[in-house]
T-cell receptor, first 111, second 117 residues
Framework: LAKTTQPISMDSYEGQEVNITCSHNNIATNDYITWYQQFPSQGPRFIIQGYKTKVTNEVASLFIPADRKSSTLSLPRVSLSDTAVYYCLVGALSSASKIIFGSGTRLSIRP | GAVVSQHPSWVICKSGTSVKIECRSLDFQATTMFWYRQFPKQSLMLMATSNEGSKATYEQGVEKDKFLINHASLTLSTLTVTSAHPEDSSFYIC?????????????FGPGTRLTVT
């Protein structure tokens, strides 16, 4: 299982773009990168998933460089409701592989 | 998207009693489910992997006789905390694995807050 490293915390303001970077130096060939969001006293919620280059959905973008040793979650124009903990996870999708959570990034959005 | 539910959402029990938490995949079948525990301000810690029709696989340091897991059907896994003590008070989260044509996707339940008095 690839280990991930993220900043412990980040602060930003409403309307700004927020980029959270995750390092995963020993990512395996079959591994995908998945980001989850968690609010207090709730289960994690899927945000976005990718393998390489760029993935975009209605809530976020995920940038993955060619070497795949890192990835960046981009949240456009954040609001107060985006205050949460964000987890970057790496694992294969081809088997029932368990997900090991790292420490996550606690994002705080200010007015 | 796929939905996973947990019941109860919160429970308070006395020390020494047992508590059962249910995890259900509502609109898909899940051969594999996972149980996590989360303490305040900490990340999720994987406790065990629950496989339908077979024994659960526990992570190192998790007592299998204390945290009983039963995965009797493709939509239900249960976690029973036996002889609960205050140190077992935590937020318990389950997840279910949805197998698609391209691989597996993991969906999480809303969590169960356990308080042992």
């Amino acid at each position: 299982l690839a280990k991930t490293t993220q900043p412990i915390s980040m602060d930003s303001y409403e309307g700004q773009e927020v980029n959270i970077t995750c390092s995963h130096n020993n990512i395996a060939t079959n591994d995908y990168i998945t980001w989850y969001q968690q609010f207090p006293s709730q289960g994690p919620r899927f945000i976005i998933q990718g393998y390489k280059t760029k993935v975009t959905n209605e809530v976020a973008s995920l940038f993955i460089p060619a070497d795949r040793k890192s990835s960046t979650l981009s949240l456009p124009r954040v609001s107060l409701s985006d205050t949460a903990v964000y987890y970057c996870l790496v694992g294969a999708l081809s088997s029932a592989s368990k997900i090991i959570f790292g420490s996550g990034t606690r994002l705080s959005i200010r007015p | 998207g796929a939905v996973v539910s947990q019941h109860p959402s919160w429970v308070i029990c006395k020390s020494g009693t047992s508590v059962k938490i249910e995890c259900r995949s509502l609109d898909f079948q899940a051969t594999t489910m996972f149980w996590y525990r989360q303490f305040p301000k900490q990340s999720l810690m994987l406790m065990a992997t629950s496989n339908e029709g077979s024994k659960a696989t526990y992570e190192q340091g998790v007592e299998k006789d204390k945290f009983l897991i039963n995965h009797a059907s493709l939509t239900l896994s249960t976690l029973t905390v036996t002889s609960a003590h205050p140190e077992d008070s935590s937020f318990y989260i389950c997840s279910a694995l949805l197998t698609t044509g391209t691989g597996n996707e993991q969906y999480f339940g809303p969590g169960t807050r356990l308080t042992v008095t």
